[in-house]
């Protein structure tokens, strides 16, 4: 009987230097390594298809009754298109903002950038881009305008810029998306998450009046949101993805 409950003792034993000992390797396991990026072809970014001026705010009942909340609604609309080709000039060049805008900021984290161009997609569908068919062996940076406007919601007392941007990073060869993001900035930002970036008070308008009569200072701030969200897109690739061994050591920018 003894000798039973010592091979039962020492089965326990055993089996319990086995269980530590895996655990003690699962954790002691190392990290998967971050993909290492050096260089960055950055796509040439399309201008977006518009620029909106939107107020979901509106109080139907006002002064005039329906009637006149209609009269305003139309004077509204009117004002919106015109104040939107006043507009026209800077959404033909946003594009080009971005794009210089990400060159200067990749440059900055210590990538060697270069700008491509490359055959877009259908008509309906522009950024479905064929990456097998761009002219680079180098990771490609993909950026695309997914809103560009003023915004007014159902629950802000103001007319706020709101640039809602997509932006992913394609391996050349596979197609593979290591990097897939979107970025928000001002009436889509929400506090201090890595992809939202609020912007400044001086760019937000009390009044349509005001907004319209503003074109400058609009202009001013979509500018500052470019540059906002070029910056952050640099940021977290940087953070993402490791500097080649022979530049590792090499001081932040």
Not at 94 to 107: F, H, P, V, Y
Not at 133 to 151: C, Q, S
Request: charged share 20%; with cysteine; glycine share 8%.
């Amino acid at each position: 009987m003894k000798c039973l409950v010592r091979a039962a003792s020492s089965a326990v034993a055993l089996f319990s230097f086995v269980l530590m000992s895996g655990c003690g390797t699962s954790q002691n396991l190392a990290p998967e390594p971050k993909i290492v990026l050096s260089k960055v072809a950055v796509l040439r970014v399309d201008p977006p298809g518009e620029l909106y001026t939107r107020n979901s705010n509106l109080v139907l009942n006002s002064t005039g009754g329906l009637l006149g909340a209609g009269v305003q609604a139309l004077d509204t609309s009117y004002k919106s298109r015109t104040f939107n080709q006043k507009m026209e000039e800077y959404r033909l060049s946003s594009g080009k903002k971005m794009t210089s805008a990400l060159i200067e900021e990749l440059a900055r984290q210590g990538f060697d950038v270069e700008l491509i161009d490359g055959p877009k997609g259908p008509p309906d569908d522009p950024d479905n881009v064929d990456y097998t068919k761009l002219p680079t062996r180098n990771p490609v940076l993909h950026v695309r305008f997914d809103a560009m406007g003023m915004y007014s919601s159902q629950t802000s007392l103001y007319y706020l810029p709101q640039l809602n941007v997509s932006a992913w990073l394609v391996m050349p060869g596979s197609e593979s998306y290591p990097f897939e993001e979107g970025f928000y900035y001002g009436a889509d930002s929400r506090g201090e998450k890595y992809w939202s970036l609020p912007s400044d008070d001086k760019y937000r308008y009390g009044t349509f009046e005001t907004l319209v009569n503003s074109p400058d200072s609009v202009a001013e701030g979509y500018d500052a949101g470019i540059r906002a969200v070029a910056k952050r897109i640099g940021e977290q690739l940087r953070s993402r993805f490791d500097r080649p061994a022979a530049v590792a050591g090499a001081p932040a920018p």
